[in-house]
């Protein structure tokens, strides 16, 4: 007894594998996350800018000196201009989008190009950093001022920083490169 040929064909459709056959990239979910996530990031860039400025006047404050006082308007004023840059970069950030999925794309994309600027400006930021805060703790230990316990210590925190945000720099980029892939794929779909 043969079972119908129909029953059969279900049966046989039922138990292979189905791939996705419409993994269209939903540009307004991922619109969304990614507004949610880099406003996220932006307020607490600008907590952290506050945060780092609070930081240098308590310690001018509480330990006053003129090497003090040049560390203090150095972190004040690479703080400051970190902060200009993040709220020029991020200016797209608290518009609303156009309701069109074209200008979703466009949007999604601006901001995946920001996020490369925001890369490139922190790697330039890190380095200039790190040539001021190495020499000036070197120069601290030279002048003995600093014990070498605490030079070790300061460059050790130096490194590790250094190191922490080129992985998220690094992570980042790939991140946004990812992001701006998918897009290009979506909008060659659309022409097609």
């Given at each position: 007894m043969n079972p119908e040929p129909e029953l059969e064909a279900w049966r046989t459709a039922w138990q292979t594998p189905v791939e996705a056959e419409n993994k269209r990239f939903d540009i307004r979910g991922a619109q969304s996350?990614?507004?949610r996530r880099l406003r996220m990031q932006?307020?607490?860039g600008l907590?952290?800018?506050a945060a780092l400025?609070?930081?240098a006047l308590y310690v001018l404050h509480s330990n006053f000196s003129i090497e003090t006082a040049i560390w203090a308007a150095v972190v004040i004023l690479t703080t400051v201009g970190a902060t200009a840059f993040q709220v020029w970069n991020w200016r797209m950030l608290w518009t609303t989008a156009a309701r069109s999925v074209q200008d979703y794309a466009d949007l999604y994309e601006q901001r995946c190009l920001a996020t490369l600027r925001m890369v490139r400006f922190g790697y330039a930021l890190l380095a200039v950093q790190s040539s001021i805060a190495g020499p000036w703790l070197?120069?601290?230990f030279v002048r003995?001022?600093?014990?070498?316990?605490h030079f070790a210590i300061g460059m050790g925190i130096l490194a590790m920083l250094v190191l922490v945000f080129l992985v998220q720099f690094r992570k980042t980029r790939g991140r946004a490169l990812s992001e701006?892939?998918?897009v290009q794929d979506f909008r060659r779909e659309l022409r097609e």
């Amino acid at each position: 007894m043969n079972p119908e040929p129909e029953l059969e064909a279900w049966r046989t459709a039922w138990q292979t594998p189905v791939e996705a056959e419409n993994k269209r990239f939903d540009i307004r979910g991922a619109q969304s996350r990614q507004e949610r996530r880099l406003r996220m990031q932006y307020v607490m860039g600008l907590a952290t800018s506050a945060a780092l400025i609070g930081l240098a006047l308590y310690v001018l404050h509480s330990n006053f000196s003129i090497e003090t006082a040049i560390w203090a308007a150095v972190v004040i004023l690479t703080t400051v201009g970190a902060t200009a840059f993040q709220v020029w970069n991020w200016r797209m950030l608290w518009t609303t989008a156009a309701r069109s999925v074209q200008d979703y794309a466009d949007l999604y994309e601006q901001r995946c190009l920001a996020t490369l600027r925001m890369v490139r400006f922190g790697y330039a930021l890190l380095a200039v950093q790190s040539s001021i805060a190495g020499p000036w703790l070197t120069w601290d230990f030279v002048r003995h001022e600093l014990s070498a316990a605490h030079f070790a210590i300061g460059m050790g925190i130096l490194a590790m920083l250094v190191l922490v945000f080129l992985v998220q720099f690094r992570k980042t980029r790939g991140r946004a490169l990812s992001e701006l892939r998918q897009v290009q794929d979506f909008r060659r779909e659309l022409r097609e």
